[in-house]
């Protein structure tokens, strides 16, 4: 696959074409494919004056691959290639994937770094092959290596997972932290502070807020909710995720469950995914006011938020993050999380911009949709401060700000 075009003159491994004159912070991006949630900030990050970026994927999946643990194939409806110069290298696996780590194979990236001369690079998590391959091709060459990554310590680990996980992070010159957990974690690794840089995890705040108002005012609530087979007039929270063990979407259907019949009558859940767990919740869900929407892509989520007056999110600390909470705030949703979701502790204010309950308790998670079942105003007042949330303190703008510091940190120049 070619690589894209940039503001300058670019060869397709990365290193300057004949005819560019000017120097600027030489940059590499390491990652494993194009991310919906990382493109944003590389485009913007293209887009500086001070900066050449280059990006480096180990693969590009077809649709199978990237709708693996959707249990349906697809391909992501927005772009994803543009905006930066990229190369798509050799994956050698013997069975390319995004799940394992020795899915992503690609030696190709020790004579890309070489050749390029950056000043720096950057690499997003050590979880396959091709992330480890670019540190040992920073190391050989003398070139400053970023991480950033997702782990934080909320899951317990064994004490030699985390003594290796220090030994790993005292190797990289900087790391970009993308929330308090994770920032946690990686002090009690042993990162000292001035080595840590705050890039927030985010979504296109303004995108999703767009469409999801353009759904509301398209059309009546009642039609809007008709489309997905909801009620018109019950509190209707949302669930939006893998059916997957780790994100505990039975949780949702065994705490409808558990209501008293007066209380349920007021909530209704709309289920949107797929996945090994979809054939068991539905039949669990069977008689509960519970609807499954099916996979909805980038362009149709946001009528789903629209639809709906709260976030469910009960997964285990598996759920690093939690960027389906990021994108229902910028909808004007508030969240209902667990405890052991990692972005619960900086974007869930209780009360103010969603609930915190812990993680597994069942009786819990019924008894916050019996609260907030029939409360739809108040709800929606707490959707605002959680849109105000993300809206000024989770951006690209941001993560680009965290990013320039750390390069000025380990270059020593400004970009």
């Not at 060869?11 to 300057?16: I, K, W, Y």
């Not at 998590?125 to 391959?133: F, N, S």
């Not at 790993?168 to 957990?181: E, K, P, Q």
């Amino acid at each position: 696959m070619p690589a894209a075009t940039a503001a300058r003159p670019r060869s397709r491994s990365g290193v300057l074409a004949p005819g560019a004159t000017t120097r600027r912070t030489r940059v590499a991006m390491v990652t494993t494919h194009p991310i919906q949630y990382q493109v944003p900030w590389l485009q913007r990050l293209a887009a500086r004056d001070g900066v050449e970026l280059h990006v480096f994927f180990a693969m590009i999946p077809d649709s199978t691959e990237q709708g693996r643990e959707f249990g349906v194939a697809f391909d992501w409806d927005i772009p994803l290639l543009e905006g930066y110069p990229y190369t798509v290298m050799e994956n050698i696996a013997a069975e390319p994937s995004l799940t394992r780590f020795g899915g992503c194979d690609t030696p190709q990236i020790y004579g890309e770094i070489r050749r390029g001369r950056f000043d720096a690079v950057i690499v997003n998590g050590w979880v396959v092959k091709t992330c480890l391959q670019a540190l040992a091709a920073c190391k050989l060459t003398g070139t400053p290596c970023i991480v950033r990554g997702e782990v934080n310590g909320l899951s317990r680990r064994a004490w030699w997972k985390r003594w290796l996980h220090a030994r790993l992070l005292a190797r990289y010159a900087a790391c970009l932290d993308i929330g308090t957990n994770n920032r946690r974690y990686l002090a009690a690794a042993g990162v000292p502070a001035g080595k840590i840089f705050h890039t927030p995890y985010c979504i296109d705040n303004a995108r999703f807020s767009r469409l999801a108002d353009a759904a509301r005012g398209s059309v009546a609530r009642a039609e809007l909710r008709a489309r997905f087979g909801l009620e018109a007039d019950r509190t209707t929270f949302l669930f939006s995720g893998k059916f997957v063990g780790k994100k505990r979407p039975g949780d949702i259907v065994e705490a409808i469950r558990r209501m008293g019949e007066a209380e349920r009558e007021r909530v209704q859940v709309l289920m949107v995914g797929d996945g090994p767990l979809g054939d068991e919740l539905r039949s669990a869900a069977n008689g509960l006011p519970i609807r499954f929407a099916g996979f909805l892509n980038q362009s149709e989520i946001p009528a789903a938020y629209a639809a709906c007056d709260a976030l469910l999110l009960p997964s285990d600390s598996g759920e690093t993050w939690g960027l389906v909470v990021n994108e229902a705030m910028a909808c004007g949703l508030p969240a209902l999380v667990s405890d052991q979701v990692g972005c619960a502790a900086d974007l869930v204010v209780p009360g103010l911009t969603g609930e915190v309950f812990g993680c597994g308790d069942v009786n819990a998670l019924s008894a916050l949709l019996g609260r907030y079942g029939g409360e739809c105003d108040k709800l929606a007042a707490m959707g605002e401060q959680a849109r105000h949330r993300v809206a000024t303190g989770y951006t690209f703008d941001l993560v680009v700000r965290g990013v320039l510091d750390a390069l000025r940190s380990v270059t020593g120049r400004d970009a």
